[in-house]
């Protein structure tokens, strides 16, 4: 059973930077792109970033281009989101999520529960 | 980048009801489209792929249509189970944006 659980979520302030983790389990890892995506409160879903089976391709929403890094540990069955300069439009459940190939360019098969990012000061 | 845009927001239809909601691509996207069901305080589901292929387990009252710029997810007879909410996401490009999301609510 594919399982993603998020972790890292939690109340910072704005300009401070904040790191998602999401441990994946049930599946070898590395034969799939992984992605970020949040639904802010009372929004419709948001893909943040994606990125390929081994790191060589990224991508990211026009929203957080420049702030944000995706990244991924295969020895460790991590997908890592490092996020920077927040301001309270990032105030949101960031799930992560599976890609249904190791390429980069296909829709998301699996879905973790979320991690609540809230920024305020 | 590639928007998508989705009707209606909000649909309102009783069990039973055969219902249909629509995505709409601002450039083609070939049949490089997905559909999800949302529930509160759950993961998203995928229920549809490359525009018309169910995702196993998902009940085959669910069907999906279109290429290019048109697309529609259909539930022929919809069931209580089925009260949620719907995103089209396209993977065509860079950018994989989502449709804003259509409500179905109970009437």
């Known amino acids: 059973e594919v399982q993603l659980v998020e972790s890292g979520g939690g109340l910072v302030q704005p300009g401070r930077s904040l790191r998602l983790s999401c441990a994946a389990s049930g599946f070898i890892f590395d034969n799939y792109a992984m992605h970020w995506v949040r639904q802010a409160p009372g929004k419709g879903l948001e893909w943040v970033s994606g990125?390929?089976?081994?790191?060589?391709?990224?991508g990211y929403a026009d929203s957080v281009r420049g702030r944000f890094t995706i990244s991924r540990d295969n020895a460790k069955n991590s997908l890592f989101l490092q996020m920077d300069s927040l301001t309270a439009e990032d105030t949101a459940l960031y799930y992560c999520?599976?890609?249904?190939?190791?390429?980069?360019?296909?829709?998301?098969?699996?879905w973790g529960q979320g991690s609540l990012v809230t920024v305020s000061s | 980048d590639i928007q998508m845009t989705q009707s209606p927001s909000t649909l309102s239809a009783s069990v039973g009801d055969r219902v249909t909601i629509t995505c709409r691509a601002s450039?083609?996207?070939?049949?490089?489209l997905a559909w999800y069901q949302h529930k509160p305080g759950k993961a998203p589901k995928l229920l549809i792929y490359k525009a018309s292929s169910l995702e196993r387990g998902v009940p085959s009252r669910f069907s999906g249509s279109g290429s290019g710029t048109e697309f529609s997810l259909t539930i022929s007879s919809l069931q209580p189970d089925d009260f949620a909410t719907y995103y089209c996401q396209q993977y065509n490009s860079q950018s994989r944006a989502f449709g804003q999301g259509t409500k179905v609510e109970i009437k």
């Open positions: 450039q083609s996207i070939n049949t490089w």
């Open positions: 999520a599976r890609g249904g190939s190791s390429s980069y360019f296909y829709y998301i098969d699996n």
């Open positions: 990125i390929s089976w081994n790191g060589g391709s990224a």
